[in-house]
């Protein structure tokens, strides 16, 4: 249905690239301009700034949501400089880890595990993002796996790739 805001034209496939210029550590704010008049164009920057939210995990959407988003992050790893991740990976792997050991979690039953979760899984996602073209292979192969695996996994997965 081309009215839903869930809606994926047929064109679109994960390869487009939505921005001529990569993001690069000097260039944020042309490419930030850059991506949002794309994903505006595709009816996509809703979702960035939360006009569209994301359905309840019982709707018949969320594998749509799913979907579309699947499609987003492609889109922005397609136009984020790859030597990006190498330069700020150590940076953001001590973050969270100082942010985990800040933050004690104690069991509870509010959903808060989903969101940890998703928490993870985009951490994951920023790492992939980074890396070096020549680990397409190794990356796709990560992206399949289920469950997806941890940073640190992916990170081992990567530099043993690397040596070999």
């Not at 809703?46 to 709707?59: Q, T």
């Not at 989903?114 to 993870?120: F, G, M, R």
């Not at 190794?138 to 040596?163: C, D, F, G, H, W």
Request: charged share 15%; net charge neutral; aromatic share 8%.
């Amino acid at each position: 249905d081309a009215s839903s805001p869930y809606y994926v034209h047929h064109l679109d496939n994960p390869g487009i690239m939505l921005v001529s210029q990569a993001l690069t550590c000097d260039n944020y704010s042309t490419w930030s301009r850059s991506i949002s008049m794309a994903l505006e164009a595709r009816n996509m920057l809703r979702f960035i700034n939360g006009l569209v939210g994301k359905p309840p995990i019982d709707s018949s959407l969320l594998p749509y949501c799913s979907h579309r988003n699947s499609m987003f992050l492609s889109w922005i790893l397609n136009s984020v400089s790859k030597d990006i991740a190498s330069t700020y990976y150590i940076i953001l792997k001590g973050l969270w880890d100082e942010l985990a050991n800040s933050n004690s979690l104690t069991a509870c039953t509010c959903g808060v595990i989903q969101e940890i979760n998703a928490l993870q899984r985009d951490r994951l996602l920023q790492f992939l993002m980074g890396i070096k073209d020549s680990y397409t292979i190794i990356r796709s192969q990560i992206l399949l796996m289920n469950p997806l695996p941890t940073v640190n996994k992916a990170y081992s997965m990567v530099l043993q790739e690397e040596i070999q």
